[in-house]
């Protein structure tokens, strides 16, 4: 059982990126699905989740109306689509699959399995 992160990189202020979590040895689709970040020095942050049963997304107030979450189940994979980037969310992305519900995933509640991280840069 094994989660990735990946798709990281630099990008301008205002500018946008598409991270994508993927998974060996269990199908994504039958978890909640979580994007977490950590910045140097700040406590890890909830940033979006999924709900397994249902599919209703969940935002902290931070990143709301920027970034998108989705699945795609054919490629077992969970994407976080961010838009008009700030220098504040340059941080370390992981996600997390688990069995919480609600907006208990953002914080981090009942989330099992968490992958390596991929590093977002937002810097001019």
């Known amino acids: 059982v094994q989660l990735q992160a990946s798709g990281g990189g630099l990008a301008q202020p205002g500018g946008s990126l598409r991270i994508s979590c993927t998974a060996t040895?269990?199908?994504?689709?039958?978890?909640?699905i979580g994007w977490f970040r950590q910045a140097p020095g700040k406590e890890r942050e909830g940033v979006s989740c999924?709900?397994?049963?249902?599919?209703?997304?969940y935002y902290a107030d931070s990143v709301k109306g920027r970034f998108t979450i989705s699945r795609d189940g054919a490629k077992n994979t969970v994407y976080l689509q961010m838009n008009s980037l700030k220098a504040e969310d340059t941080a370390v992305y992981y996600c997390?699959?688990?069995?919480?519900?609600?907006?208990?995933?953002?914080?981090?509640?009942?989330?099992?399995?968490w992958g390596k991280g991929t590093q977002v840069t937002v810097s001019s």
């Open positions: 999924v709900g397994s049963s249902n599919d209703i997304t």
């Open positions: 040895g269990f199908t994504l689709a039958y978890y909640t």
């Open positions: 997390a699959a688990g069995a919480s519900s609600g907006r208990l995933c953002l914080g981090g509640y009942n989330m099992d399995y």
